[in-house]
C-alpha cells in the first residue's frame, strides 16, 4: 500500500554539513512549514555536530567520499547514535558515503537523486572521448610551450564509425548512447539490471561483458561501484580490450584497477584514457596515470555543471519534504525493501512530532 500515512504536515529536523551544496537546497527547506535545517562544521566542532545528528530525522550527505571526515559517513556507528534517524539523503546518484546494509538494519531509508546530472556525465563522456582521440589535450600542452612543428605530428581519430561499448546503461549511459548514436558510432551495452529489449530500447545493442571488451573501440563505464563492480576493470580485462582502444570513466573510483591501467597504456596495448575519478580525489600529483601524454585526467567534475547541481539540490530537498510532510514513498529509494518498516517509523515519529507542536 503506498497511500500517505501521515495526516498533517510534520514537524522535522534536516542536518548536513558545510560542504557546497546549491543554494535551493536550503531554500526549499527553510521555505516548508514546521521543518528546520542545521548545518554543522565538518572539523572543528563535533561535539555540536553530534549533538545536530542526535536529534536528526534527515541527514543530507555529500556522495563524494573524499569531502567530509570518514567519522560523518552513514555507518552503522553513526547510525547507533542517532535513534531519530529515518532516512539518509545523498547530494548525488552514488552513495559512497552510506552504509545502505546498515541503514536498512536500521530501518533507515536510503535516497539518492539518480539521473540529476545525467546529461552533464553524458556530455563529459563524450568530451572525454574527443580529448583523447583528437589528442586536444596534448596539442594544447604543445602549443602553450611552443614544441609543435607539424600538425601531423598531433593527428587523431574520429569518432563516426567506432563502436562505442557501455559498462553500464542506466541514467547516463542511456544518454551517452543516444549521443553516440547522433554522432555515427555503433553502440553495444551490457547492464546486468537490464535485459536485451531494455538495452535496446536505451540505444545500446545487448552483449556480454566479454565480448564488449573484445568488440568496442571505446569501453566507457556507468556503472555504480559496489562489491561486484570493485576493480572490474582489473588487468585481465584491460588485456582483453581491442589493441589500440580506448578506456574512459566517468563512474566511480575503485571499479577499475589504476595500476593496470597504468599498465596497458604504457605498454601501448591501449590507445589513451579518459579519466574523471580516482581511488584518492584529488590523486597525488605524482599518480603514474598523469604522467602519460595519451591520458586526460579530469577531477570528478563530470556531474559538477550549474544546471546538474541545481537539479540535484532541487530533487534532494523535494524528496525530503515529501518524505516529512506526506510519508510517501519516495521517488529514489535505493533500498526498496526497508520500506515497509521506515514507513511505519515515518509515521510514527512524524505524528508525535506533530501533536508535540499542538499540546498546550
Not at 37 to 42: F, P
Not at 170 to 183: D, E, K
Not at 306 to 322: D, F, G, P, S, Y
Request: aromatic residues 4%; glycine residues 8%; contains cysteine.
Amino acid at each position: 500500500m503506498n497511500a500517505p500515512v501521515l495526516l498533517m504536515p510534520a514537524a522535522g529536523t534536516v542536518v548536513r554539513f558545510d560542504h557546497w551544496l546549491d543554494a535551493a537546497f536550503d531554500r526549499i527547506i527553510t521555505a516548508t512549514p514546521g521543518l528546520t535545517l542545521h548545518t554543522c562544521a565538518r572539523e572543528g566542532a563535533d561535539a555540536a555536530a553530534w549533538d545536530r545528528l542526535s536529534g536528526a530525522h534527515v541527514y543530507q550527505i555529500s556522495a563524494a567520499k573524499d569531502e567530509i571526515p570518514r567519522r560523518w559517513f552513514a555507518d552503522a556507528a553513526l547510525l547507533a547514535r542517532c535513534p531519530n534517524l529515518l532516512a539518509v539523503s545523498s547530494s548525488g546518484s552514488g552513495c559512497d558515503t552510506i552504509d545502505i546494509d546498515a541503514c536498512t538494519e536500521a530501518g533507515v531509508a536510503v535516497l539518492n537523486q539518480a539521473g540529476g546530472n545525467a546529461d552533464s556525465v553524458a556530455e563529459m563522456t563524450l568530451g572525454l572521448m574527443l580529448a583523447v582521440l583528437r589528442r586536444i589535450a596534448e596539442s594544447d600542452r604543445s602549443l602553450r610551450a611552443h614544441n609543435c612543428e607539424s600538425r601531423e605530428d598531433l593527428m587523431g581519430h574520429e569518432l563516426r564509425g567506432r563502436t562505442l561499448g557501455l559498462v553500464g546503461v542506466g541514467h547516463a549511459g542511456r544518454r551517452v548512447a543516444a549521443l553516440g548514436r547522433a554522432l555515427g558510432m555503433r553502440v553495444i551495452g551490457c547492464d546486468p539490471a537490464l535485459d536485451a529489449a531494455e538495452l535496446s530500447a536505451r540505444g545500446a545493442q545487448a552483449v556480454s561483458f566479454e565480448e564488449l571488451l573484445r568488440s568496442a573501440d571505446i569501453v566507457s563505464l556507468h556503472c555504480p561501484r559496489d562489491a561486484t563492480t570493485l576493480r572490474m576493470m582489473d588487468g585481465a580485462a584491460f588485456a582483453a580490450m581491442r589493441p589500440g582502444s580506448i578506456f574512459v570513466s566517468t563512474a566511480r573510483g575503485g571499479i577499475h584497477d589504476e595500476g593496470a591501467l597504468h599498465a596497458a597504456l604504457a605498454s601501448g596495448h591501449l590507445a589513451g584514457a579518459g579519466l574523471d575519478v580516482w581511488d584518492q580525489e584529488p590523486p597525488p600529483r605524482a599518480h603514474p596515470l598523469l604522467a602519460l601524454d595519451n591520458v586526460v585526467a579530469t577531477f570528478h567534475t563530470a556531474g559538477v555543471t550549474h544546471e546538474a547541481r541545481r537539479r540535484n539540490a532541487e530533487l534532494a530537498a523535494t524528496q525530503i519534504v515529501t518524505l516529512l510532510t506526506s510519508g510517501e514513498r519516495p521517488e529514489r529509494l535505493v533500498n526498496p525493501e526497508v520500506w515497509p518498516r521506515a514507513r511505519l517509523r515515518i509515521a510514527a515519529v512524524m505524528q508525535a512530532a506533530a501533536l508535540s507542536s499542538v499540546t498546550p
